[in-house]
């Protein structure tokens, strides 16, 4: 089958305030158009506060907006959250949902987050929806075993292949500067298409967790990593565009 478009996704956490974000924007903007075309997609995640101007400043240029989460119900009286169609006024394509910030910093169980996913894709965005393991499950050797059942649980019924995106995360990794082995991740990317059945080999399964130009290479030499979801690299617009262009 043809080749998967490749995905780079840039998450900014919560860092960022109205004028840095808007340069780093622009920046990794006009860097993407000094190299049309591209033959890869790429997002770029801001904090909530910034969608609405980060959205403005990459209307017209390659780049596409996302979101890193959000509610499961399109309105209501939820104090404080942020619906899928309030990201989708945005501007927003695509939305990060299940990161490990949220399963272990915010008590996020996988059955939330398969609803989270069925309402974003029902608003019309992609979901990115993250799986991983901790350092203690990965000495345990139970990798496999966590990979799998986060990722059943994290999907809806009724899973939209078209509005997938699969990332693993291992927790371990992220903001740690350490990273598995290209083969080792090769390894889980195999297992989550093999989880996936038969929408396996459509979706696209990205790499995050300490992404650096260093190693973006070496990672996405591998077929099987269909882009990555970059971190603290993303903040740097110099950084995260010799990461994306590894794609090309």
Known sequence: MARRRRLVVGNWKMYGRLTSGLVLAQDIAEQAEAARPLNFDIVLCPPATLTWAIGEALLGTPVMLGGQDCHTANHGAYTGDLSPAMFVDLGCRYMILGHSERRYGHG???ELIAKKVEAAQLAGLTTIVCVGETAEELKAGSTSEIIE???RESLPK?????????AYEPVWAIGTGQAPEPEDVVTVHKQIREVLGEIGETVRVLYGGS???????KILAEEEVDGVLVGSASLNADGFWAIAEKCQ
Not at 158 to 166: E, P
Not at 211 to 217: C, H, L, Q
């Open 158 to 166: 009724k899973v939209k292949t078209a509005n997938l995106v699969v």
């Open 211 to 217: 992404v650096t130009p260093a190693n973006a290479e």
């Open 108 to 110: 996020e169980t996988s």
């Open 149 to 151: 059942k986060q990722l």
